[in-house]
């Protein structure tokens, strides 16, 4: 192995950059999950291993209906957005290119393209006065909010899932005297079940993830986790903060695996 | 000439199309395109003394962006402050573009140049930072600059220091939150870019004796300049618009336009203003992407050409 010879794709320095760039991606995320299990109240020297951080963070009730909330947002955000997102990419794909189908897909994906801070400034004054006209303060703003912005993250791998579909099965189900719903119920759905359970993922972790908008649109007391841990850190209140960081990145973790067994190329 | 029943058939198939996309679409426009006209609106309102505004025609809004009024003759001035967080945000923005691109073609070149099997591998190590929260992640290094941090203790440990290092609540510091937040973007890009070349293209380089600056130079980077385009944009609007890596390093005095637009509806009690700098921030984004657009659409035309 000493000498592998000349190799076309090999650049000098290109190597030990990356493996520096993966250090220094992983690094401060392990110093984090790290000090989520230090026993020394100071997050500066590390005293010995303890689950305290996370027994602590469970029982705060704080945490809890935090933790609560910011799910029942992403689960209800995310199947609308799942739901509709599923429906604009029949629309969308598999027929022939018609007069503003540019148009839908710059609105769809318009969350992708507007920098948070615009959309949370937006959303903030069109609440406050639909605030006022209507008195209701639920968490119907930030499932509204989350649902739209999540509606991309849905549609990219739905579209991607249906556009690599084979259409003769249609055609198959359709000459054997099947209706479209049935063609649909019993042919299209199972096949692009993978895609549009990614397409959830994505948009509940997206969901999930989300401070700045959230920030904008809540009401009082309406803490979603990433607010939650905001104002913490906020007030130099950490070790809780990073336990949950660990969970959370944990769950990503899982999130993302899954994910990619999900719409992996079958070689 | 299309026959009747085909005209017909395409126009129902138009028809479909618009009736499946209109549930997103109305989901869209209330919640997150039709707001962005009432903040157009309201840049050209007057403030509200508790928040919110007044309804009268004015321009201050948009004045205020660059000018503010002199407290003694009412004169307008240019409003130093204002002017350095934009300075401050084009920079930081800049300098985080230009450094994940530096440190991002090299990782995006290693990853697109494994086996077939170890690539997944190594996409996956990029793609869990990518979608691990970006407020752990500002956490993760705000604990690794701050003045008790891992960096500052092996420093003093190692005596290089005698004191800590005062990095966080700097521009530096929102520079390297914002580089070690973002690099993802730039990397999935390039990769997807690189993915697609055709090595023998370097082969054939060399074989032309080119060294191997002129390769790169002359080669691979104009062939992958669609993935270093995405991937900039992909870098440089977020970071202009970010919010939450310079509130948590830069400790609310080295705010970015993200953080200057939040003032506005906080403690600044300003609306109007925070709705201009709102759609300043808007244009400067979408001038960004339609220069992306001029210059993806110009390349496909040579690839085809």
Redesign the interface.
């Known amino acids: 192995m000493a000498d592998r010879g000349f190799s ?8 030990p ?2 493996m ?3 250090v ?6 392990l ?2 999950v790290a ?1 989520s299990f230090n026993a020394g109240k ?4 590390f005293e010995g291993f303890t689950l305290q951080w996370f027994v602590k963070a469970w029982a705060n009730d704080h945490v809890k209906d935090a933790t609560l909330r910011s799910l029942v947002i992403a689960v209800v955000a995310a199947s ?1 957005a799942t ?3 599923t ?2 990419a ?3 794909t598999r ?2 290119a ?4 540019t148009f ?1 897909y710059v ?2 994906n ?2 992708l ?7 949370a ?9 639909i605030k006022v006209l209507t008195g209701y303060q639920g968490l119907g703003y930030l499932v ?2 989350h ?3 999540c ?1 991309p993250f849905a ?1 990219l791998p739905i579209r991607a899932r249906l556009e690599g579909m084979d259409l003769t099965l249609e055609s198959a189900a359709a000459d054997l005297y099947a209706s479209p719903w049935q063609t649909f119920r019993f042919v299209t759905l199972p096949l692009l079940l993978p895609g549009m359970i990614a397409g959830f993922m994505l948009a509940f ?1 997206t969901s ?2 989300d ?2 908008i959230t920030l ?1 649109v809540k009401s009082a007391g309406q803490d979603t986790l ?1 607010t939650y ?2 104002g913490q ?1 906020r007030r130099q209140i ?1 070790t809780e ?2 336990a949950i ?1 660990t969970v ?2 944990g769950l ?2 899982v ?2 695996t899954a994910f ?1 067994l999900l719409t992996r190329k079958k070689d | 000439m299309a026959s009747e029943a085909e005209t017909r058939q ?1 126009a129902a ?2 028809r ?6 209109t ?3 109305v ?2 426009a ?7 006209l ?2 157009v609106v ?1 840049s050209f309102l007057l403030p509200g003394k508790y928040g ?1 505004v007044e309804w009268g025609f004015s321009l201050d809004a948009w004045r205020g962006i660059l000018f503010t009024r002199d407290i003694f003759d009412d004169t307008l001035v240019l409003a130093d402050a204002h002017l350095s967080i934009f300075w401050r945000s084009v920079k930081l923005s800049t300098l985080t573009t230009l450094f994940t691109f530096a ?2 073609f ?2 995006a ?3 697109a ?1 494994r086996p077939q099997k170890q690539r ?1 591998f190594w996409l ?6 990518f ?7 500002t ?6 600059i701050r003045s ?3 960096l500052n ?1 092996l420093l003093l440990w190692l005596g290089v220091i005698d004191r800590p290092l005062e990095i966080i609540y700097t521009d530096f510091a929102v520079f390297v939150g914002m580089t ?1 937040v973002y ?2 973007l730039m ?1 999935l890009p390039l990769f997807a870019a690189i993915d697609r070349f055709d ?1 023998r293209l ?2 054939a380089g ?1 074989d032309l004796y080119a060294s ?1 600056w002129q390769v ?1 130079r002359r080669i691979i980077l104009p062939i992958v300049k669609p993935g270093i385009i995405a991937g900039s944009i992909l870098v440089f ?2 970071a ?2 970010a ?2 890596t310079p509130r ?1 390093l830069g400790g609310g005095k080295q705010m970015m ?2 953080n200057f ?2 003032l506005q ?1 906080g403690q600044g009690r300003n ?1 109007p203003l ?2 201009s700098l ?1 759609v300043t ?2 244009v400067i ?2 001038a960004a ?1 339609l220069v992306y657009v001029r210059f993806a659409n110009r390349d496909r035309e040579v690839n085809h050409g």
């Open positions: 076309v794709s090999r650049l000098p320095g290109f190597t950059t990356a520096l760039v993966f220094a991606l992983y690094l401060p995320i110093m984090l000090f100071s997050v500066a020297s609308v739901v509709v997102a429906a604009a029949l629309g969308t027929r022939k018609f007069k503003g189908q839908i609105v769809i318009q969350p393209m507007v920098p948070e801070i615009v959309t400034v937006a959303l903030l004054i069109f609440f406050a006065q509204t909010a649902a739209a912005f509606i549609y972790v999930l993830d401070v700045v904008f990433p841990m905001l850190i950490t903060v990073y960081s959370l990145l990503t973790v999130l993302l990619f | 395409v198939s138009t479909a199309g618009w009736l499946l996309s549930p997103a679409l989901l869209l209330f919640g997150a395109i039709g707001p962005l009432i903040v309201y919110n440190v991002g090299p990782t070149w290693f990853i140049t997944a996956f190590l990029i793609t869990i930072p979608w691990t929260n970006l407020l752990i992640r956490f993760a290094i705000n604990e690794i008790e941090g891992l203790t070690y690099l993802p990397v090595m370097l082969e060399y191997r790169l609007v977020p202009l618009g919010y939450v948590i336009i993200g637009i939040e509806f609306w925070g709705a709102s921030l808007l984004v979408t992407l």
